[in-house]
């Protein structure tokens, strides 16, 4: 089991959403905490809260992670004040709903920069101090939409292939290191991911963030390379590109997300 008493983790996208449930349950851990995201008051006021109801040591950082230079400038911060990282939750993300051809190309890079670029460096910064301590734990975000080309969301369901692949690849290179890595893939979660949609989703329909948190730590805790913490359809629709020609996965998907009005 991840020794967590007394040690720390650093959370991205920290200020709300599953950010948020992770850096509550691993407070409730006894984890030192790390907050990162843009929204400084938030991360402030959760500071606050988990401080009054756990007496741990926590840091706000507002950064933003769509600047290519955040991820040295957080890592040189701490370094700064000392603080050593003994679990990183990549968890920041977001993702632009609707045809690909109408975002404007910027918005895309952002995209990419977030959820793949600063996860990369973030993980290569603080694994590599982990491997040399022979003692750490990473857990980075991916989603249900790893596994699968999905229309409309086609730039964010291949930033999470990424993030998928590349963490079972790391977690393999790493193995024996005492780093501990593995990947998480939600299926739909009711946070703030699809506010500015026009999604005719119910949040009954999905997931809350504190059951996929406590699921992913579960698996977490139990060594697992993936944690699938959504529900049994989730884990369904997961499987069905093993099964189906992808041109008919692509097919599917691109219904279901326009059924879900992530089409526009
Ligand atoms: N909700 C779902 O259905 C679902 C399903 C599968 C996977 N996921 C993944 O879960 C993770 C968390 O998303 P969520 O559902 O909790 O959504 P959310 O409520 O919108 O939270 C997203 C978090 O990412 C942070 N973030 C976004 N852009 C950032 C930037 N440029 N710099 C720093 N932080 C940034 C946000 O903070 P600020 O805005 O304060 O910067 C916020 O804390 C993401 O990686 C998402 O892809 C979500």
């Not at 004040?81 to 975002?103: K, P, Y």
């Not at 290569?124 to 596994?147: D, L, Q, T, Y």
């Amino acid at each position: 089991m991840f020794d967590y008493g007394g040690s720390t983790a650093l959370v991205t996208g920290a200020s709300k959403g599953l950010g948020e449930a992770f850096a509550e349950a691993l407070a409730a851990r006894g984890m030192n905490l790390v907050l990162v995201a843009r929204s400084t008051k938030k991360l402030n006021d959760l500071s606050a809260r988990l401080y009054a109801n756990y007496k741990l040591q926590c840091t706000v950082l507002s950064v933003d992670l769509a600047d290519p230079n955040s991820p040295k400038a957080l890592a040189e911060e701490l370094e700064r004040r000392g603080i050593q990282v003994d679990l990183l939750v990549n968890n920041a993300g977001f993702g632009l709903s609707g045809a690909f051809l109408s975002h404007d190309r910027k918005q895309k890079q952002a995209e990419i920069e977030v959820n793949v670029q600063a996860l990369v460096a973030l993980t290569h910064h603080f694994g590599e101090a982990m491997a040399a301590r022979g003692k750490g734990g990473i857990i980075n975000v991916a989603s249900n939409a790893s596994f699968q080309p999905v229309p409309y969301l086609a730039t964010y369901a291949a930033t999470k292939a990424f993030v998928l692949h590349f963490s079972e690849a790391i977690r393999h290179e790493l193995a024996g290191s005492g780093v501990q890595v593995m990947a998480t893939c939600p299926g739909p979660t009711a946070t703030n991911f699809f506010e500015g949609t026009s999604t005719r989703m119910s949040p009954k329909d999905m997931d809350s963030s504190e059951s996929v948190v406590r699921r992913t730590l579960k698996a977490f805790d139990q060594k697992r390379a993936v944690a699938y913490p959504g529900r049994i359809s989730v884990r369904i629709t997961s499987l069905l590109p093993r099964l189906f020609p992808r041109a008919l996965i692509a097919r599917i998907d691109g219904n279901a997300t326009a059924k879900m009005g992530l089409d526009d």
